[in-house]
């Protein structure tokens, strides 16, 4: 992969000093807030090592966002093929994001988010890019709605992955953009 830079941050393949920050924020009960699980340390060292060979493989992935001014990762921001057949069809764009809680608030989600955005229509040519959330997860909607992402109430869904002992997790609301919308919304900011 090769690095993609924003104002504030740098957005590259995950190194191995990032291992310690990839655990904290896959087993931090509000970071986790709306996941079923928490993956211990040799977990998140699984998850680590395919995201980043996929990175390897694809050129992108769920990629480390660093503070380019301190070279602290905060978290991850990046696109995956999806793979959740029948609600999204397999090899549709998701864009997704997780931070330690620390740096929330302050804009970089938005800002690799659109950084991204560009690379999925640019770079790759996709038509589509999708997230999906946990009905109530207001933080992440905020996000997509910030992105220019459209609600699809007629595509949310129960995510099949998520287990039964977590009822309150299970519906998904989805949001899509297009690659027209987001070039009408790059047209209009210029």
């Not at 690095?3 to 393949?13: A, D, F, H, V, W």
């Not at 694809?58 to 995956?80: H, K, M, S």
């Not at 699809?152 to 609301?173: C, I």
Request: charged share 30%; net charge negative; with cysteine.
């Amino acid at each position: 992969m090769k690095e993609i830079r924003t104002e504030r941050l740098i957005l590259r393949n995950w190194e191995e000093r990032d291992r310690a920050l990839f655990h904290r924020i896959n087993s931090d009960d509000l970071v986790m807030e709306f996941f079923g699980m928490r993956r211990s340390r040799v977990e998140s060292d699984g998850l680590l090592d395919k995201l980043r060979a996929g990175i390897d493989s694809d050129g992108f992935g769920f990629a480390a966002a660093e503070i380019a001014g301190t070279g602290e990762c905060i978290g991850f921001v990046g696109l995956l093929r999806t793979d959740l057949e029948p609600f999204i069809p397999k090899g549709t764009l998701e864009i997704g994001w997780r931070l330690a809680p620390e740096f929330w608030g302050k804009g970089y989600v938005t800002e690799a988010a659109d950084a991204w955005l560009a690379f999925a229509f640019e770079a790759i040519g996709d038509d589509e890019v999708v997230s999906f959330a946990v009905w109530n997860n207001n933080r992440s909607t905020a996000v997509m709605q910030r992105l220019g992402m459209r609600a699809e109430p007629s595509r949310n869904f129960d995510h099949p992955r998520v287990p039964d002992a977590y009822p309150e997790l299970k519906r998904h609301v989805f949001y899509s953009l297009k690659r027209n919308q987001w070039q009408e919304r790059k047209k209009a900011a210029n």
